[in-house]
């Protein structure tokens, strides 16, 4: 992954699509899972919920949109 901000950025804005793509790119570059989602999905979906936005973590936190971005499904 070039820039790890943009998975931390794409979540803090909602953007559930450009999540999926710098996930399956970092992926695709051997990026270790576990450390995305410790040091950006994990952090990026705490701040969302500080911030008060329920919808927003709802929809960055389901089971399916997670499962997808590892499993590379739409």
């Not at 950025?9 to 970092?26: C, H, R, Y």
């Not at 695709?28 to 919808?55: F, H, R, S, T």
Request: no cysteine; proline share 5%.
């Amino acid at each position: 992954m070039s820039d790890p901000a943009e998975l931390y950025n794409a979540i803090l804005t909602g953007n559930a699509k450009k999540a999926e793509e710098v996930t399956k790119a970092a992926i695709a570059a051997n990026a270790d899972p576990g450390e995305l989602v410790q040091k950006y999905m994990i952090p990026a979906m705490d701040e969302v919920g500080q911030i008060g936005d329920p919808d927003r973590v709802h929809l960055l936190a389901g089971e399916k949109n997670v499962e997808n971005g590892f499993h590379g499904r739409s």
